[in-house]
């Protein structure tokens, strides 16, 4: 049951099991966006699970950060994967959707972005689209807005790496559609404000070749994963027998 989303308020209360079995009589697997970009990775990366140790960004509407430890989500199957996005970057800054003030989403978010932009242009609103172009046209006051936004990621960032040091950060999101010379200042700030060892040792930040389906491939392979690993099994089909029954009611 989705609850506390203050981005999509329309969805708060839908027991997302119940309205897709209502609709389609099929039992989805339900999956936080994030972990599924981060599942994407580690499950078309051949290297062994004990070489794949890293950090997934996720940024877009939200900002999200999933660490993954030999091949394995940290925590994911507790309701709560950590808010990265909700670390307090600008104290006393604006209120956030989640009640703090200053958070990393309040400047380094899309939405912030947006607003931001909006007001360097002197317009009500603007498209995230329009951002890139003008950001990628060289558009001055454009520019001044997002390189603002990309220092407090770029600490948020390089935060991580001091306090799990990752072999590397994959970034995963629409926030990066802005294209090259964002993620170039990113990582510019990224290795000024890291530990000197750690900058030594040589964090890669990489965007992930997914781009924005990296989500629903990585909730389609769960289904598959499951499927295949438990579909034959009579444990599983009497668990989805048992829920199906209970969802019919
Ligand atoms: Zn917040």
Request: with cysteine.
């Amino acid at each position: 049951v989705i609850s506390g989303s203050k981005l999509f308020p329309a969805v708060n209360n839908l027991n997302v099991q119940d309205y897709f079995y209502k609709s389609f009589k099929l039992l989805p697997e339900v999956i936080n966006t994030s972990a599924a970009r981060a599942l994407t990775e580690i499950w078309h990366d051949s290297r062994p699970a004990e070489q794949k140790d890293f950090i997934l960004l996720d940024a877009g509407v939200g900002i999200g950060a999933v660490i993954v430890k030999k091949g394995v989500i940290i925590d994911w199957q507790d309701e709560y994967l950590g808010e990265f996005g909700h670390t307090i970057v600008c104290p006393g800054g604006k209120t956030c959707t989640c009640g703090l003030k200053g958070c990393l989403e309040t400047v380094s978010s899309i939405p912030a972005i947006k607003e931001g932009a909006a007001a360097a242009l002197g317009r009500k609103s603007i498209t995230f689209d329009s951002v890139i172009e003008h950001y990628q046209a060289g558009d001055q006051a454009i520019m001044k807005v997002v390189d603002n936004s990309a220092e407090y990621l770029g600490l948020g960032i390089a935060n991580l790496i001091n306090l799990l040091v990752p072999d590397k950060i994959i970034i995963s999101g629409s926030l990066f559609e802005l294209g090259n010379s964002y993620i170039c200042k990113l990582q510019r700030i990224v290795d000024e404000s890291t530990f000197p060892l750690f900058r030594k040792k040589g964090v890669l930040m990489q965007q992930s070749i997914y781009r924005e389906e990296a989500a629903a491939i990585g909730a389609a392979t769960l289904s598959l994963n499951k499927f295949f690993t438990t579909f034959h099994s009579e444990k599983f089909k009497n668990k989805e027998d048992i829920r199906a029954k209970e969802l019919a009611m």
